[in-house]
């Protein structure tokens, strides 16, 4: 059997107005249903990404993370270590600049050197030097019955 047009159809419309989006009032020229049912099929195709292809995204994402990170660490040592290496030589000028200060000091003042201060030896110094006067009693205490047993004793069993 073959299929013939029959009249009691209604013809179809010739032309729809156009349609305007919402967001711009420009008119969608040129699209039909068709064309905008495959384009709509294909924007969710294009989006649409594998487990697979997912996970190898991911794998390698981490691995520039692991990357970027021992990039980072290696960086922060090598900061330390140029931090540390400065301030050494921050001090080493410190260092030099005092040894010429002095250097230019001595040459200035005088070409002699200066006497150094003797010490006297133990047998000049006098132990009460350091005890300030009004401190100590300037003649000691007579010794009571005790301190003097304590010294008997000792001048007894110590040899002289």
């Not at 049912?37 to 292809?53: E, I, L, P």
């Not at 002699?112 to 300030?132: C, F, K, T, W, Y």
């Not at 007579?142 to 003097?148: G, I, L």
Request: net charge positive; hydrophobic share 35%; glycine share 4%.
């Amino acid at each position: 059997m073959a299929r013939t047009a029959t009249p009691n159809v209604a013809p179809r419309r010739a032309a729809r107005p156009a349609k305007t989006d919402a967001k711009s009032p420009v008119p969608r020229a040129g699209r039909t249903a068709a064309t905008t049912r495959s384009t709509r099929d294909q924007d969710r195709g294009a989006s649409f990404v594998s487990k697979d292809a997912l996970r190898a995204q991911l794998e390698k994402t981490e691995q520039q993370v692991a990357t970027l990170r021992k990039k980072n660490r290696e960086l922060s040592r090598a900061a330390r270590e140029a931090a540390a290496r400065i301030a050494e030589l921050e001090e080493e000028l410190a260092d030099l600049q005092k040894q010429a200060a002095r250097q230019a000091g001595r040459a200035s003042a005088s070409d002699a050197p200066r006497p150094r201060r003797q010490r006297r030896s133990r047998a000049e110094r006098d132990p009460g030097d350091a005890v300030p006067e009004g401190v100590a009693a300037a003649e000691p205490l007579p010794m009571d019955r005790e301190a003097e047993q304590a010294l008997e004793n000792l001048e007894r069993h110590l040899p002289d």
